[in-house]
């Protein structure tokens, strides 16, 4: 009774045995046969929808929109979140509409200030000067060869918030508009600085 006991378990023993080594022979197939051998290839890919999407990418061609491209510009009229759209044109009579028109809702403080003074010298300064006169070193420098207009003149002293605002947003003459680069709340926050502390 016994021995046939011992038997049996020796049986089982040696059926584990034989399982682990599978176990182990297919564990070591599986990793080698999915090595990456020279850097070209994805070796073996068991789930290849994982690798390949079945989706268009944005950038791939598409047969179901007439002018064969995945992604599609947004809509006409479409307004991105935290954009309001800009009603003057660059022009003189929108200028002057402009500029009787729109108000700075911004609190005059020294946080507003001191993000006007950061701004106006990342993208006024160069031009305008630092004092605002119209001397700027890419003017004074020979680098730009237009005369930066002098935002100290007695055209731009009495000039408005909004004026000021207006040509930062759209340009004036040769002045390239700047909307597109500085976010609205900036470019009020510098007509600030200009008012409040270039002017004074
Ligand atoms: C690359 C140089 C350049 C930069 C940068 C620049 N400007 Fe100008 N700006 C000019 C020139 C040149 C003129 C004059 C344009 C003309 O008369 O055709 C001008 C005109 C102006 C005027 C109109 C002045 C008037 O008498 O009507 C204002 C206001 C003004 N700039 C403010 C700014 C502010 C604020 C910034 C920064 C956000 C800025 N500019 C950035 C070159 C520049």
């Keep these: ?3 046939e006991i011992n038997a049996k378990k020796m049986n089982s ?11 182990f022979l297919l564990g070591t197939f599986a990793l080698v046969s999915s090595c990456d051998y020279d850097r070209r290839t994805t070796g073996w890919e068991y789930f290849d929808d994982m690798a390949h999407s079945t989706a268009y990418e944005s950038y791939t061609t598409n047969p179901n929109f007439a002018d064969g491209k995945t992604m599609q510009p947004p809509v006409v009229g479409t307004i991105p979140r935290g954009i309001v759209p800009y009603a003057y044109e660059k022009t003189d009579k929108d200028r002057t509409l402009a500029a009787v028109t729109l108000v700075n809702e911004l609190d005059v403080n020294k946080e507003n200030l001191q993000r006007g003074e950061k701004m106006y010298g990342v993208y006024c300064l160069q031009c305008h000067g630092e004092k605002g006169d119209g001397q700027g070193a890419l003017y004074v420098n020979k680098k730009y060869p237009y005369p930066p207009a002098s935002l100290l003149s007695d055209k731009m002293l009495p000039a ?20 597109s680069m500085i976010k609205s709340e900036d470019r009020w926050k510098i007509t600030m ?3 409040e502390e270039l002017q004074k």
């Excluded at 023993?13 to 176990?23: D, G, T, Y």
């Excluded at 408005?160 to 909307?179: K, Q």
């Design 13 to 23: 023993k040696k059926n584990i045995n034989k399982v682990l080594v599978f176990a």
């Design 193 to 195: 600085y200009i008012k």
């Design 160 to 179: 408005s918030d909004g004026d000021m605002y207006h040509v930062i947003t759209v340009g004036h003459g040769i002045m390239a508009e700047h909307g």
């Design 1 to 3: 009774m016994s021995i």
